[in-house]
């Protein structure tokens, strides 16, 4: 099933725009101007052990990494390798997003998400760079849900 399937079967709501491909959030701020939304950075990484974790917080913030790795109960977390999010998110650099769960089919991956994030409209690519989408928190929830991850709050 594909994205725009699950959405369709979840009755989730979302607004798209299509653009050139962006690769950074510096890149993505024309974008805010014809979408509505809180823009998000999304950060694909990894422990010494295999564990993954995807992060989800707003753009303007930094990552604690010892913060997060303390969440999901391990150590020395870096950005996972472009080979990684390639073969357990089927993701190319610049398209990460919550979405590509939808291809990690043996839920290896944990999503830490921002408290702050919270009742807004966000804005995603829908796994591809080309498109962003604005969807509503709780139906970001439901689709993770939906895709049976385990999800915890920063």
């Known amino acids: 099933m594909n994205l725009y399937e699950i959405f369709k079967q979840l009755n989730i709501e979302f607004k798209e725009v299509e653009h050139k491909p962006v690769f950074t959030i510096e890149q993505a701020q024309s974008i805010k101007e014809r979408i509505e939304g809180t823009g998000c950075k999304n950060l694909f990484l990894t422990d010494k052990k295999g564990k993954y974790v995807l992060v989800i917080l707003e753009e303007k913030k930094k990552a604690n990494m010892k913060k997060i790795a303390r969440i999901i109960n391990t150590s020395h977390l870096s950005l996972a390798e472009k ?72």
């Open 83 to 154: 080979s990684e999010l390639t073969n357990i998110l089927n993701l190319e650099q610049g398209s990460v997003t919550p979405f590509g769960i939808l291809n990690d089919i043996d839920n290896q991956v944990i999503l830490v998400i921002d408290k702050d994030l919270k009742n807004k409209k966000l804005l995603f690519h829908p796994n591809i760079n080309t498109k962003t989408i604005s969807i509503s928190y709780d139906n970001l929830i439901k689709f993770i849900e939906f895709e049976k991850h385990k999800y915890k709050f920063i």
